[in-house]
């Protein structure tokens, strides 16, 4: 059985940093892309960010490109999302992800992916 689970969530004030990590069981960590979608009250989930399966190629949304890094560890079986320079606008539900690496994906869309974690919240205060 597949488990995703995020962990490092939490209150942190405008400009601050967090690190999130999502460890993965039960599938074979390197012949899948890792994503990390947020979702804020009221609103739809969003894609954040992507990493393919050896980590060579990461994708984000234009809302964190230049604030936020995804980086897994493939012995570790881990995906991270740093994030810096947070901004109220950030708090969410921050969901990872996973999906078997292909080339036909364009790992931004929430319906390409397989398994999904519970969810880690991030709160960020002005």
């Known amino acids: 059985q597949v488990h995703l689970v995020e962990s490092g969530g939490g209150l942190v004030q405008a400009g601050g940093s967090l690190k999130l990590s999502c460890s993965a069981s039960?599938?074979?960590?390197?012949?899948?892309?890792m994503g990390w979608f947020r979702q804020a009250p009221g609103e739809e989930r969003e894609f954040v960010a992507a990493?393919?399966?050896?980590?060579?190629?990461?994708y984000y949304a234009d809302s964190v490109k230049g604030r936020f890094t995804v980086s897994r560890d493939n012995h570790e079986d881990t995906v991270y999302l740093q994030m810096n320079s947070l901004k109220p606008e950030d708090t969410a539900v921050y969901y990872c992800?996973?999906?078997?690496?292909?080339?036909?994906?364009?790992?931004?869309?929430?319906?390409?992916?397989?398994?999904w974690g519970q969810g880690t919240r991030v709160t960020v205060s002005s």
């Open positions: 990493v393919n399966w050896s980590g060579g190629t990461t």
């Open positions: 992800a996973a999906v078997r690496d292909r080339i036909s994906l364009t790992l931004r869309d929430s319906p390409e992916y397989e398994y």
């Open positions: 039960g599938l074979p960590f390197t012949r899948y892309a």
